[in-house]
């Protein structure tokens, strides 16, 4: 890995972890440069301004989400194994700390102020809507888009719990909650 890759990802490390340390997105990029280790010059060097390494920061956890879903998809079969991966994968010990949270929790609030933001948000949206309508659809038909709605809406509201509550969700039991709203929705249509 590059020195400036290298540098980036530590810049992206450090400005999740202290999201997660101070729980907001007041945190001075001079704070996040420290954490990281180098220079806030630097640091505005590489992203320019707080916004954009926070943006950075959120793809990559998004990305990181991206390939803990897939790989969690691989050798799946059947749609409703494929719904129980995309759950998990959600709730992944990758996805699922504190941290991240605190950076997901952020990432809402600065998607009212920043068009950037708002875009990434909605195509994280499609994208687990779309994937949940897909696998759904065979098992629930013309319900499945609101039935994935009110599943994407769950996995939002635990991570929201999990923010205030930690102790009260950890990964597994946050993917039986939503486990078992699925089965009450699929159950609700038989």
């Known amino acids: ?32 440069a420290k954490r990281a280790g180098v220079s806030p010059a630097l640091a505005f060097h590489y992203f320019g301004d707080k916004d954009r390494l926070f943006l950075a920061a959120m793809r990559h956890i998004l990305t990181a989400y991206g390939l ?15 719904l129980e991966s995309i759950i998990r ?9 504190s941290d991240v949270i605190a950076a997901w ?35 629930a038909g013309e319900a499945a888009d609101p039935i994935a709605r009110r599943i994407a809406a769950l996995i939002d509201g635990l991570y929201l719990r999990y923010a205030h509550f930690p102790s009260d969700e950890p990964e597994a ?10 089965d009450n929705e699929l159950k609700a249509l038989a």
């Open 173 to 182: 039991s946050a993917s039986a909650h939503v486990m078992a709203a699925l």
């Open 68 to 82: 803990d879903v897939r790989a969690a998809l691989r050798g799946c079969s059947g749609p409703r194994e494929r």
């Open 1 to 32: 890995m590059s020195a400036q890759i290298q540098r980036r990802r530590q810049l992206i490390d450090a400005t999740i972890s202290e999201i997660g340390h101070t729980g907001s997105l007041d945190v001075t990029v001079g704070k996040i």
């Open 89 to 97: 994968g959600g709730f992944s010990e990758a996805n699922f700390r």
């Open 105 to 139: 929790l952020n990432f809402y609030v600065l998607a009212h102020r920043s068009s950037e933001a708002q875009r990434l948000l909605t195509v994280y949206h499609g994208r687990l809507h779309s994937n949940l309508v897909h696998n759904l659809r065979p098992l």
